[in-house]
């Protein structure tokens, strides 16, 4: 385990290793490991100091990231756009490659990590794109989602697909709350958003 927790990530918690990891945390780290991701990026090293919170959380993660009907460029398409509207470095440093990969265009990708404002339609290639962004600025910004929007969305998608989406909306928020509290990092490079003020 000591050499799987040897990452380039980097916050606020103490590091976990063989000497000081519990049981139960290590039962939770190993499954982690065993899943879909094959390791311990992102929120997981924060989650892991309560590791029935890390347990629940990283199945749900694997469905949202690797389950759900949407593919995989919207999926990581609706993370980016949580990504950037937390302002959370890790989630955007890890995503971001592999939105890019899944096929999200960089012009897309450079307008999410420029800032969207509320009303600001950004350059989507595909309407699927435009849809999944306009539903998470719905949801970020009036917490609501008009009945036209949800039909368009039910339309496109089908419903099921929706509950998902709203899933990994909601999941990835969870994330990103995560990395900001604790001060994840990933690597010592330029970070993509600039860090706000702290609070006094």
């Given at each position: ?44 090293l924060a989650w892991i100091h309560s ?150």
């Open positions: 385990m000591k050499q799987e927790l040897d990452m380039s990530i980097t916050s606020r918690l103490p590091a976990l290793d063989d000497a000081t990891a519990s049981p139960e945390q290590r039962r939770v780290l190993d499954a982690i490991l065993r899943g879909p991701r094959g390791n311990l990026d992102g929120p997981f590791p029935e919170l890390a347990d629940h959380a990283q199945r749900l993660g694997a469905f949202c990231r690797y389950g759900t009907r949407l593919e995989l460029r919207l999926t990581e398409l609706a993370i980016l756009f949580t990504a950037s509207w937390w302002q959370s470095q890790a989630e955007w440093q890890i995503h971001e490659p592999i939105a890019r990969e899944a096929g999200v265009s960089a012009s897309l990708i450079e307008a999410l990590q420029e800032g969207l404002t509320e009303d600001q339609e950004p350059d989507c290639e595909r309407d699927d794109e435009a849809l999944v962004v306009r539903l998470g600025r719905s949801l970020y910004t009036t917490r609501r989602v008009s009945e036209a929007l949800y039909a368009e969305a039910v339309e496109a998608f089908g419903e099921p697909a929706v509950v998902e989406l709203i899933g990994v909306f909601g999941y990835y928020a969870l994330v990103a709350m995560t990395l900001n509290v604790f001060e994840v990092r990933r690597g010592d490079g330029p970070l993509p958003f600039t860090e706000p003020p702290t609070p006094g």
